[in-house]
């Protein structure tokens, strides 16, 4: 170990910055959102440190490097552009046993600034020892797209709690699974970062008062139209997360790789024409699973609130009283539809968009006379069985036979391939395409061919 990594409190402790250049002040960024009392010694100043020093916030020291400027000093840092007055500080530093930290010159120096995840009072540090500073900083901006920016809230809501729980639960294994309850309980997660307090406060007291043998609870999450690259974040970290995974046939291969490994899998796949699983038992494996006082996660293709029958799945848990959250997906419209090269709307062909179901038997007579209207787009989600009545009913509501349509097919994937023509060819050009697959209407299938790009 090259570094011994050590968090430091400097709020109100003296620092010396000396340097106020560019590089001086992304150092004094970091020392003064630390709450440090700056000092700053230049022979000249930036307008920022000028603009700081106007408000209070430093101390400015003018002139060359003098040792005296150390008195007092908990930290250095030594960012001039010049290395010989660097060393010059860093050799006044080790005479006083201060740490000193030079700039350009980390392993000369007895303290080195780390790249920062800042979730206050969650802190994360990642340093090289001054050898990658590069990577460093790519492996930061990686942790930073992984943790959730409410973390820092989480943080300070336990450490206000940690009295109360200590005193409740008298056993260390009590205190355990209430901290893992807490900790991974969605509904607070989500309810913190929408700066719901009184809702927090609520979930928390559930918390305190639960069975601590029972932390059951249901995550709906939207796995997006297929690419595993457009699974949201929050999705991501639900589904590391998760003991169980209720998956379907339209979430790909490549999204369940990204599964916790050691998570059971209980797949209840659909497809048109034909339920292996109907839908009231995945409603009873989500109950069963909950109550055990398993983490799941139903995984959806698409949204789960748009045809995905989310809304049935959270009635029943909601009627067993059973912990729930959603985590919207990308929805296939929009993916599949982004990939083919084709905008939803467009001011010179659609100012509106419909999501309409293909199920027309189950949700009985549509709207044609509105959904044949000009100047929107629509897509048919589940439609393929049905291109003949829609080809129909269109047509015979006043929609023109000439009007584009796109069927996408294993659409985001690279599988998709896309089938268009007329609404008067949609019978015919729905039999040289297999499901999953959605229809899109509307003239701005016409831009295709000079928007899609690949």
Not at 231 to 251: C, E, M, N, P, S
């Given at each position: 170990?090259?570094?011994?990594?050590?968090?430091?409190?400097?709020?109100?402790?003296?620092?010396?910055?000396?340097?106020?250049?560019?590089?001086?002040?992304?150092?004094?960024?970091?020392?003064?959102?630390?709450?440090?009392?700056?000092?700053?010694?230049?022979?000249?100043?930036?307008?920022?440190?000028?603009?700081?020093?106007?408000?209070?916030?430093?101390?400015?020291?003018?002139?060359?490097?003098?040792?005296?400027?150390?008195?007092?000093?908990?930290?250095?840092?030594?960012?001039?552009?010049?290395?010989?007055?660097?060393?010059?500080?860093?050799?006044?530093?080790?005479?006083?046993?201060?740490?000193?930290?030079?700039?350009?010159?980390?392993?000369?120096?007895?303290?080195?600034?780390?790249?920062?995840?800042?979730?206050?009072?969650?802190?994360?540090?990642?340093?090289?020892?001054?050898?990658?500073?590069?990577?460093?900083?790519?492996?930061?901006?990686?942790?930073?797209?992984?943790?959730?920016?409410?973390?820092?809230?989480?943080?300070?809501?336990?450490?206000?709690?940690?009295?109360?729980?200590?005193?409740?639960?008298?056993?260390?294994?009590?205190?355990?699974?209430?901290?893992?309850?807490?900790?991974?309980?969605?509904?607070?997660?989500?309810?913190?970062?929408?700066?719901?307090?009184?809702?927090?406060?609520?979930?928390?007291?559930?918390?305190?008062?639960?069975?601590?043998?029972?932390?059951?609870?249901?995550?709906?999450?939207?796995?997006?139209?297929?690419?595993?690259?457009?699974?949201?974040?929050?999705?991501?970290?639900?589904?590391?997360?998760?003991?169980?995974?209720?998956?379907?046939?339209?979430?790909?291969?490549?999204?369940?790789?990204?599964?916790?490994?050691?998570?059971?899998?209980?797949?209840?796949?659909?497809?048109?024409?034909?339920?292996?699983?109907?839908?009231?038992?995945?409603?009873?494996?989500?109950?069963?699973?909950?109550?055990?006082?398993?983490?799941?996660?139903?995984?959806?293709?698409?949204?789960?609130?748009?045809?995905?029958?989310?809304?049935?799945?959270?009635?029943?848990?909601?009627?067993?009283?059973i912990p729930f959250s959603v985590v919207p997906g990308i929805t296939a419209a929009s993916g599949c539809a982004a990939y083919s090269g084709i905008p939803l709307t467009h001011r010179n062909h659609a100012q509106s968009v419909r999501l309409v179901t293909g199920h027309l038997q189950k949700t009985g007579s549509l709207a044609w006379q509105t959904l044949a209207a000009?100047?929107?787009?629509?897509?048919?989600?589940?439609?393929?069985?049905?291109?003949?009545?829609?080809?129909?009913?269109?047509?015979?509501?006043?929609?023109?036979?000439?009007?584009?349509?796109?069927?996408?097919?294993?659409?985001?994937?690279?599988?998709?391939?896309?089938?268009?023509?007329?609404?008067?060819?949609?019978?015919?050009?729905?039999?040289?395409?297999?499901?999953?697959?959605?229809?899109?209407?509307?003239?701005?299938?016409?831009?295709?061919?000079?928007?899609?790009?690949?």
């Amino acid at each position: 170990m090259d570094y011994f990594p050590l968090f430091c409190r400097l709020q109100g402790r003296r620092c010396l910055l000396v340097g106020a250049g560019d590089v001086a002040e992304r150092k004094a960024r970091l020392l003064l959102a630390a709450g440090a009392d700056l000092w700053v010694g230049a022979p000249d100043f930036s307008p920022a440190f000028r603009h700081w020093a106007q408000q209070q916030a430093v101390t400015l020291l003018h002139g060359p490097f003098e040792p005296h400027w150390l008195t007092g000093c908990w930290l250095v840092v030594a960012a001039t552009s010049d290395n010989a007055v660097n060393q010059q500080v860093a050799d006044a530093a080790e005479k006083q046993q201060i740490f000193c930290n030079l700039v350009d010159a980390p392993q000369q120096a007895s303290a080195i600034m780390p790249s920062v995840i800042d979730r206050s009072p969650l802190m994360v540090a990642v340093s090289s020892g001054g050898r990658a500073p590069v990577l460093a900083r790519l492996l930061r901006e990686k942790l930073e797209a992984m943790l959730p920016q409410h973390l820092g809230k989480l943080a300070q809501r336990a450490g206000a709690l940690r009295d109360r729980v200590k005193t409740q639960f008298a056993s260390p294994s009590g205190r355990r699974h209430f901290w893992e309850r807490f900790f991974s309980s969605e509904r607070l997660a989500q309810t913190l970062a929408n700066g719901d307090e009184d809702r927090a406060a609520q979930i928390t007291e559930t918390l305190l008062s639960a069975d601590p043998a029972v932390r059951g609870e249901v995550a709906l999450v939207g796995a997006g139209p297929g690419d595993a690259g457009l699974l949201t974040l929050k999705g991501l970290q639900l589904i590391q997360q998760a003991d169980v995974i209720v998956y379907d046939r339209l979430v790909s291969d490549a999204i369940l790789n990204l599964v916790r490994r050691d998570a059971e899998r209980i797949f209840v796949g659909k497809q048109a024409g034909y339920h292996c699983v109907p839908q009231e038992a995945i409603n009873q494996v989500l109950c069963e699973q909950a109550l055990r006082g398993k983490r799941v996660v139903r995984l959806k293709g698409g949204d789960p609130f748009i045809f995905g029958r989310g809304g049935e799945e959270l009635e029943a848990l909601a009627q067993q009283q059973i912990p729930f959250s959603v985590v919207p997906g990308i929805t296939a419209a929009s993916g599949c539809a982004a990939y083919s090269g084709i905008p939803l709307t467009h001011r010179n062909h659609a100012q509106s968009v419909r999501l309409v179901t293909g199920h027309l038997q189950k949700t009985g007579s549509l709207a044609w006379q509105t959904l044949a209207a000009e100047r929107q787009t629509l897509v048919f989600y589940m439609g393929l069985t049905q291109a003949a009545e829609i080809q129909q009913q269109l047509i015979t509501h006043g929609m023109r036979r000439d009007m584009p349509v796109a069927l996408v097919e294993n659409g985001t994937t690279p599988r998709q391939r896309v089938v268009s023509g007329t609404l008067g060819e949609l019978e015919a050009l729905a039999d040289q395409v297999a499901s999953p697959a959605l229809m899109i209407i509307g003239s701005v299938v016409a831009l295709r061919e000079t928007l899609r790009w690949f």
